[in-house]
Each structure stands twice: as C-alpha cells, then as structure tokens.
Nanobody, 115 residues
Framework: QVQLQESGPGLVKPSQTLSLTCTVS??????????WSWIRQPPGKGLEWIGY???????YYSPSLKSRTSISRDTSKNQFTLQLSSVTPEDTAVYYC???????WGQGTQVTVSS
C-alpha cells in the first residue's frame, strides 16, 4: 500500500519561496502511469490543484500558479518536491501530496505565510 508524507516548514515569510517534500513509500514514483500531485486547501475554501510530475519526470502546472510553481523529484530518495515562489498570505493553506488517480494522499501539512 502506497503511503505519502509531506514535510517542510510550517511558516514562510511573504515574498519567500515555499518548499515542501513528499516522501513516498510502498511504491516507486517512477512506476508507469502514475502521476504525483500537489494540492492545497486554503482556510474556508475548497481543494485547489497545484500541479503534478509524472512517472517520466514531466511536469504539469495549474495555469493560475504556473509562473510561481516548480515540481521536481529525487528518484534515489523516492521523493518529489514543491517550490512556490513569491508567496503571499493568500498562499496560506493545508498542502497535500497525492498519487494520481488520487487514490492515495498524504495527511497534509499546514503552511502559513506571515511576517
């Protein structure tokens, strides 16, 4: 059974870069046909898809966040990473990593953007 776990700082200052890592166990991020995604949920709002990286390393981003988003991976550690630059308080959210087709999710990690 695949398990995912997010890690990273819970507090980021405005204008800085948010960086989160998702560690995957019980499966490989290079397994064919699976994509590995980042999603977030701001307080009081619904889920928002950020982007994903596929089994070959290709990336796809939400158009609304594309200019600030980068998703990469470390296959030796079976991890994939989210970087979101120039953050503002509107980027405050619970951030989740998940395997597409969204059958496995991490527990989520709260990130607050504040000075």
């Amino acid at each position: 059974q695949v398990q995912l776990q997010e890690s990273g700082p819970g507090l980021v200052k405005p204008s800085q870069t948010l960086s989160l890592t998702c560690t995957v166990s019980g499966g490989s991020i290079t397994d064919n046909y699976y994509y590995w995604s980042w999603i977030r949920q701001p307080p009081g709002k619904g889920l928002e898809w950020i982007g994903y990286i596929d089994y070959s390393g290709s990336t796809y981003y939400s158009p609304s966040l594309k200019s600030r988003t980068s998703i990469s991976r470390d296959t030796s550690k079976n991890q994939f990473t989210l970087q979101l630059s120039s953050v503002t308080p509107e980027d405050t959210a619970v951030y989740y990593c998940a395997r597409v087709p969204f059958d496995s999710w991490g527990q989520g990690t709260q990130v607050t953007v504040s000075s």
